[in-house]
């Protein structure tokens, strides 16, 4: 079982940037594939980014792709999103998963969640 928690939201000015952090519990974070998810006020919760056990393959949805990047370190059993070139309509919350090696941009595939963390752009 894995726990996780995510850190580093907050609010910045649109063209800013964050870094946010997901810490895990556990000794076996290195054998899960790891994701990022949003949800903004009414809608649905959305997938962000994916990362695989390594690090050596990652991808994106569409709309943050250029402008953040998805890593993680597995010594320290932590994984990164960074986001660069803010916009209003990243505002959401962000939401760390881990789930199975086939864990992909679907959030019925993760099987644990951290409790969130607010990212808010003003415009």
């Known amino acids: 079982q894995v726990q996780l928690v995510e850190s580093g939201g907050g609010l910045v000015q649109a063209g800013g940037s964050l870094r946010l952090s997901c810490a895990a519990s556990?000794?076996?974070?290195?054998?899960?594939?790891m994701g990022w998810f949003r949800q903004a006020p009414g809608k649905e919760r959305e997938f962000v980014a994916r990362i695989n056990w390594s690090g050596s393959s990652t991808y994106y949805a569409d709309s943050v792709k250029g402008r953040f990047t998805i890593s993680r370190d597995n010594a320290k059993n932590t994984m990164y999103l960074q986001m660069n070139s803010l916009k209003p309509e990243d505002t959401a919350v962000y939401y760390c998963?881990?789930?199975?090696?086939?864990?992909?941009?679907?959030?019925?595939?993760?099987?644990?969640w951290g409790q969130g963390t607010q990212v808010t752009v003003s415009s």
């Open positions: 556990g000794r076996t974070f290195r054998t899960y594939a």
């Open positions: 998963a881990a789930g199975p090696g086939y864990a992909g941009s679907r959030w019925s595939q993760y099987d644990y």
